[in-house]
């Protein structure tokens, strides 16, 4: 965007459901009181080049469940029998490769070596080893060792989402083909979530590590929606992937058409040599001017009133006196009239670690409280913290838009540092105290506040 870093937190507000409609709950630990899954046995699944090690158990027992999963799935969402992938899967160390292991290279007659740090489908039907997927098992656990023991399973997830498109087609472009087997991968995850897997588990706690794995996994900042290989910036990576994760398959096949919004975005010249974060004053200019022109349109246009603006009040270290906590980052005060974030301990940070929007989405939730309470709507329970998020995606997507333009610009990975500050900050109980929801929960309500507006958010 235009750049401003900020920092900040929620005033006292309680833990609870997500809303009905808005986003999925994610309840417990799926699996806790079971016995972890057992490996899938010898002959099950046959990967070409495997050195038994745990990355490559991770991705066959994957494969097996994958497999269980499309057949009970595909004729239901697809019309028709699952064909299993006839060209089998290929596991490589580039560093270490036997050529006799691989006669006829891994998938589509590839040479073992050109395969490090990727993992692909191969189609191509007149290729050897056609239909099949082939990994770097290094770079698998390169992805493990950054973002939690699933990524290997995630990425088999994606890959076998591209075997599905094989079978049914594929979409028009780059980026919603690559976007979709995201979505298809969400869908798997969720039903091995929900205890069905055979061979996979996943906790609760490692749904926030799968949706930050999506960070070392999105295309380089500033890449274009349209090139050859875009795959998706991390919010829209993330989004297809929970979109899968709570709507299922069926969501993946219709909702994937050329008029699919994408936050992925080229470099304009203004970025190039501006930068495409703002310095740390304009950021704050960014915040006093933009969340109140943005509710004042709303209440205009959308609620049929008017809205009075909160004063601002950055602080360091103590908030004002209305917040009644002072180990808060973030305060909402609806009755006084006041929205306060820490300067020192929040903002600033978020502006350093993070990015300039990081901070407008963060002092956005405060903000959306006061405007809840000027609709008559509560602004101090779980209910309005959860709406709040919601709100919030529904102010950034206003800002991706260019409906505030003559305010701010978004930029590239702007949208991208919303996802980083609500998976990696606002759990803090600084930010939202006594709020028991997960990072991929706060994701998931600002995606359907960005998505859908307000009709999403509860109010």
């Known amino acids: 965007m235009g750049r401003r870093r900020v920092r900040a937190v929620l005033a006292a507000l309680t833990a609870g459901l997500l809303l009905p409609g808005c986003a999925v709950t994610i309840g417990g630990d799926p699996r806790a009181a079971e016995p972890p899954p057992r490996d899938a046995p010898d002959g099950e699944v046959t990967v070409v080049g495997s050195d038994g ?31 299993p992938l006839r060209g089998g899967f290929f ?10 292991v691989y006669p006829d290279g891994v998938g589509c007659g590839t040479d073992p070596r050109d395969l490090e740090d990727n993992a692909f489908y191969c189609e191509s039907p007149d290729a050897p080893n056609a239909d099949s997927i082939s990994w770097d098992r290094t770079f698998l ?6 973002s939690g023991r699933f990524l290997p399973a995630l990425v088999m997830a994606h890959e076998y989402g591209h075997a599905i498109q094989a079978r049914v087609g594929y979409p ?24 069905e897997a055979e061979h996979t588990s996943i906790r609760r706690s490692e749904l926030d590590q799968v949706l930050g794995g999506y960070l070392q996994l999105r295309d380089p900042i500033g890449t274009g929606p349209r090139e050859e290989q875009a795959h998706g910036s991390f919010f829209d990576r993330v989004s297809a992937f929970q979109e899968g994760f709570d709507a299922g398959a069926e969501a993946c096949r219709d909702d994937f058409g050329p008029d699919r919004p994408f936050t992925q975005r080229g470099l304009t010249d203004a970025d190039l040599t501006q930068g495409v974060d703002a310095p740390y004053p304009t950021v704050e200019q960014l915040v006093a001017e933009s969340l109140p022109a943005f509710w004042r349109r709303a209440f ?40 306060g974030y820490d300067d020192r301990d929040l903002a600033r940070p978020l502006y350093e670690e993070i990015g300039d929007f990081a901070v407008l989405t963060a002092v956005s939730v405060p903000y959306a409280l006061v405007a809840r309470e000027q609709l008559g709507l509560s602004a101090d329970d779980d209910a309005a913290v959860r709406s709040a998020v919601c709100l919030t995606g529904w102010y950034a997507a206003a800002v991706a838009d260019g409906e505030l333009r003559d305010i701010i610009l978004v930029s590239p990975g702007d949208v991208d540092e919303s996802v980083q500050f609500l998976l990696t900050r606002a759990g803090d109980p600084a930010v939202l105290p006594d709020v028991d929801l ?8 600002f995606r359907s506040g960005f998505l859908e507006g307000a009709s999403a958010c509860d109010i």
């Open 53 to 83: 090690g745990p990355v490559d158990q991770l991705a066959t027992n994957a494969l097996a469940d994958l497999g269980t999963f499309w057949a009970q799935q595909f004729p239901d969402v697809f019309g028709e029998a699952f064909e």
């Open 91 to 100: 596991s490589v160390d580039p560093d270490d490769v036997d050529p006799a």
């Open 141 to 146: 656990a390169q992805l493990a060792d950054g």
């Open 172 to 195: 028009r472009t780059s980026i919603l083909t690559e976007t979709q087997a995201d979505c298809l991968a969400g869908a798997w995850t969720a039903w091995v979530a929900a205890g």
């Open 300 to 339: 205009d246009e959308v609620f049929g009133g008017s809205f009075d603006a909160p004063a601002l009040e950055p602080f360091s270290g103590t908030p004002p006196g209305c917040a009644g906590d002072d180990d808060l980052d973030l305060v909402a005060c609806p009755d006084e009239g006041v929205v």
């Open 438 to 445: 997960s990072g991929f929960e706060l994701v998931d309500l």
